[in-house]
């Protein structure tokens, strides 16, 4: 069973809260992304939905600033994420209990095969891959078959929906399933997680359940999937006001500033990120947990380990 290491109410807090900068709404889009650098170029994949009742759909990449966009692919895919490594890019979809893997060189032709296969009272979601301490790690969010929800009865390892669960792989070809008694966290909403590693700790965002219909991301850390460290700088954002304006540039329609100045906005979820430039580009959802949201932007200026390292003591 999993340990968690979180600090008490008297602990010191001996330094600022990360300068995490929001930017605003970088788009009108309410799809899970992953940014990543592709031939020194930071891109953006997006996930759009055809049947999301399904959880299927198909992904496209772009050029994120730019906004030259290349073929879509992954048809009937769900959740879809990224890798990028020596010019290559790794996509990760699921569908049912079941992870694809896509594989390009070109953004244009990709290679599909079945990586990872869970038992089939498990249903899958986001999943989020990255390499680290000799080998790649992949998150995977969980909730028990059949249903979007789940529930403890029909899935002896998830508790309160959603839980992630872990495969590590020597090469991005043969993935192994950690024990599944190692799920994290049995004991609350955990979801859509993003995976990192710096010095020596496996790095992990998920969005957390708050009280009164709120949802908010948090950070942990660990070095064996067994024992996890809460991050002390906690959670890394909150719904605000810069959640409802335009970065400066953005391109938006009369229609969507109208909208999205007056939106439900109860949550910043969806964190995926990636350093460029010597920034680190952390970008994420808003919106109301039931479809309609769009994506912002915020900016720590420093690489993704400090920025990673600077939440805890």
Known sequence: MITEINYSSSTLMPKPFPKLVKQGIVMD???????????GRMMLMMQHWTDYGAHKGYAEIMDYFSGEKYPPFGEDMGYMSAYCEDDVVYAFGTLENKVYRFTSSDL?????????EFPENFELFNTSVYRGDGKYMMAVECAGAGTSKGHPAENPYIGVPFTEFFASSPDLERWELLPLENGYSRDRYVACPALRYAGGWYYMICLE?????????YIYRTKDFVTWEIGLYNPILLASEEDRHPKPGAALSPESEARLAAHMDINNSDVDLCEFGGRTYVLYQTGN???DGTLCEAVFDGGMQEF?????N
């Open 29 to 39: 889009f309410g799809g899970e992304i992953t940014p990543f650098v592709f031939k």
């Open 108 to 116: 244009i032709h990709w290679d599909k095969k079945t990586v990872v």
């Open 209 to 217: 359940a708050l009280p009164l219909t709120r949802y908010a991301p």
């Open 289 to 291: 947990q039931q479809g």
């Open 308 to 312: 990673l390292e600077s939440y805890f």
